[in-house]
Structures are given as structure tokens and as C-alpha cells.
């Protein structure tokens, strides 16, 4: 199954109005980045055992390890959790500057180093979530 087939599978087997806030994301990311990379991760590590709620990625970076390494990985990420959505904004070097910049003014939501978690989309002001996520967008493009 393709990754196209696969996002609209999972977005599909949401329950309302996660569902509904998972596809209003979906399109409010895809209108930021139109033709980016899609990435679905099912959760499942190698041998199959399950380490991680399943989650959508959106465009592409280089990370960086500590031995060296690289791989690349998306840029902004989504996931359906038991508490509601989380998205991830990776690559941002400063931890607290998610926090300190956007924390206080994007309403209900629980805002780390690089994780926005709210219940569902009237809780928060999407239009901060979307400044959030352009500025992480911005850090990680080459």
C-alpha cells in the first residue's frame, strides 16, 4: 500500500472529531508544504513489536548523530495519542524556544522542546500552531 493509502487509512479509522481535526491538519500541512515527502510510520520497530503510536511526517531533513551518522527523517510530524493530537516539529536546536515563543498564546495545549499536545483543534489557536510549524519548517530546510 502506498503512503498516500496509508495516511488515509489511518486518518480514516480515527474516532470523532479526531478524525475530522487529523484531516484539518493533514490539509493545513500540505497547503504549507505542498509536494513534500509523506512519511507513515505504523509505530512498529524492526521486529515488529509496536513502540509508538503510528505517525504522519511531512517533508524531509538531514539529522545529525553524536558517532557521526546521518538519516533523513520529516520535518513535521502527527500523531493520534489517547489524550488527543500531538505534533512534532523536529530539528529545532533551542528546546525552549517552542515553550517560551508560542506556549503561552496558543491556548490548551501542552508545549515542549519540540511536541505541541492539545485534545483537539477548538482548544488551541491554529493559527499559532501553523506560525510553530512554519518556523520549524524554516529551521530544517536546506
Not at 512498529?44 to 524531509?60: A, W
Amino acid at each position: 500500500m502506498n503512503v498516500h493509502n496509508q495516511i488515509k487509512d489511518h486518518i480514516a479509522a480515527q474516532p470523532e472529531p479526531k478524525r475530522s481535526d487529523m484531516q484539518a491538519l493533514h490539509d493545513i500541512i500540505l497547503g504549507m508544504m505542498p509536494g513534500c515527502k509523506l512519511w507513515f510510520l505504523d509505530g512498529r520497530d524492526e521486529s515488529g513489536r509496536v513502540v509508538s503510536n503510528p505517525n504522519i511526517g511531512y517533508g524531509v531533513q538531514t539529522l545529525s548523530y553524536a558517532d557521526g551518522k546521518t538519516r533523513e527523517f520529516y520535518q513535521i510530524g502527527t500523531s493520534a495519542n489517547t489524550a488527543g493530537i500531538s505534533v512534532y516539529i523536529m530539528g529545532i536546536k533551542d528546546k525552549k524556544y517552542l515553550a517560551e515563543k508560542y506556549g503561552k498564546k496558543i491556548g490548551q495545549a501542552s508545549v515542549t522542546g519540540y511536541c505541541i499536545k492539545f485534545r483537539t483543534l477548538r482548544n488551541i489557536d491554529v493559527d499559532v500552531l501553523v506560525e510553530a510549524m512554519r518556523y520549524g519548517i524554516e529551521q530544517t530546510s536546506a
